[in-house]
């Protein structure tokens, strides 16, 4: 008999990448916040002038937003 996956190991934070559409594309997901901070400065870095939006892969809480389009 199969256990259940325990929600705490799977990630709990996504970075999206937004068009000009207002499509959104995940890009990242990350185990914790501080991790997915990080990433998210690093890729706002790499896709300057783009849309990049962090938020909980559970509530779909936006954690933070750049710039962009």
């Known amino acids: 008999?199969?256990?259940?996956v325990s929600?705490?190991?799977?990630?709990?934070?996504?970075?999206l990448i937004?068009?000009?559409?207002g499509r959104r594309v995940l890009l990242e997901c990350a185990p914790d916040?501080?991790?997915?901070?990080?990433r998210m400065?690093?890729?706002a870095a790499?896709?300057?002038?783009?849309?990049?939006?962090l938020c909980n892969h559970k509530t779909?809480?936006?954690l933070a937003k750049t710039g962009g389009y």
Do not use: C, N
């Open 18 to 21: 937004e068009d000009a559409d």
């Open 41 to 43: 400065r690093a890729l």
């Open 46 to 53: 790499q896709y300057s002038g783009m849309s990049l939006i």
């Open 1 to 4: 008999m199969a256990g259940q």
């Open 60 to 62: 779909r809480a936006i």
């Open 33 to 38: 916040l501080e991790t997915a901070r990080a």
């Open 7 to 15: 929600s705490l190991t799977g990630p709990h934070y996504e970075i």
